[in-house]
């Protein structure tokens, strides 16, 4: 049984940092590429970050390259997304999803199955 549970959110101050994590079980993780996606208030859920199951060529979204890193232990069977300097903007419920696929090619519109969501709340 896929699952994908993650962790990590919380509130923070404009600014700040969190590191969000998605344990993984269920299935072998480096067969998969492992993206973060974001669901604002009253928005539509929007892809994030991806990184393949080699863990080579991570993909950013330009609203948060240079300030988010996505990793991955596959021996962990874990994956996190390092949010650095964050917004208000950045507030949103955050998703790991499992692509199907190796690599991050229209991870968008190839999710295999989603984790619960974590919430990032980024205000003064």
């Known amino acids: 049984q896929v699952q994908l549970v993650e962790s990590g959110g919380g509130l923070v101050r404009p600014g700040g940092s969190l590191r969000l994590s998605c344990a993984a079980s269920g299935f072998t993780l480096n067969y998969y590429a492992i993206a973060w996606f974001r669901q604002a208030p009253g928005k539509e859920r929007e892809g994030v970050s991806c990184i393949a199951g080699s863990g080579s060529s991570p993909y950013y979204a330009d609203s948060v390259k240079g300030r988010f890193t996505i990793s991955r232990d596959n021996a962990k069977k874990t994956v996190y997304l390092q949010m650095n300097s964050l917004k208000p903007e950045d507030t949103a419920v955050y998703y790991c999803?499992?692509?199907?696929?190796?690599?991050?090619?229209?991870?968008?519109?190839?999710?295999?199955?989603w984790g619960q969501g974590t919430q990032v709340t980024v205000s003064s």
């Open positions: 999803a499992t692509v199907n696929s190796a690599t991050c090619s229209d991870y968008e519109f190839i999710v295999r199955s």
